[in-house]
């Protein structure tokens, strides 16, 4: 967990390669013996790994980890911001990728959910708005 942790703080100041490293190292650690299973965590690994890859332009890793992680996020909670921020995450690969359509599609049900769960003056759906609009100008 710790290591998914820094891992996480490393991808949100774009030290995306350091932030694979330590991924790649958390999930090698979950299939230990002597470790208990623990699917969350590593779902939350998965999706952090991708958006490291996604940051480095590694496109083409990163979309099959976001479309299995939504993939197995289909009976959550349509409020779920987890999945919601899969969402995004996918959108962003897709619309670097050409997809636009269904790039689109993906983002604004993401960004949905962040404003029905924060509200629409909490800084990271006011983020997630600015980088919807940007993406809407390109």
């Known amino acids: ?12 100041i774009e030290r995306s390669e350091e932030a ?6 958390a999930q090698s650690m979950l299939s ?5 299973p623990d699917p969350q965590l590593a779902e939350v690994i998965k999706v952090n ?4 890859f996604r940051q ?21 909670d349509e409020n779920d ?4 921020n899969v969402r995004l995450g996918l959108a962003l690969v897709l619309i670097a990728r050409g997809s636009l359509a269904e790039g689109q599609n993906l983002y604004e049900k ?6 029905r769960r924060l509200g629409q003056d909490h ?9 919807h609009a940007r993406l809407q100008r390109k």
């Open 1 to 12: 967990r710790a290591l998914n942790n820094l891992a996480s703080a490393l991808v949100e």
């Open 20 to 25: 694979q490293q330590l991924l790649e190292r």
């Open 32 to 36: 230990l013996p002597h470790r208990r």
């Open 49 to 52: 790994l991708a958006e490291s």
């Open 56 to 76: 480095q332009g590694r496109l083409s890793a990163a979309e099959p980890l976001y479309r299995a992680t939504l993939e197995r996020l289909a009976t959550a």
């Open 81 to 84: 911001i987890f999945a919601a």
């Open 110 to 115: 993401g960004l949905a959910v962040y404003e």
């Open 123 to 131: 800084p990271i759906v006011k983020r997630y708005r600015d980088e």
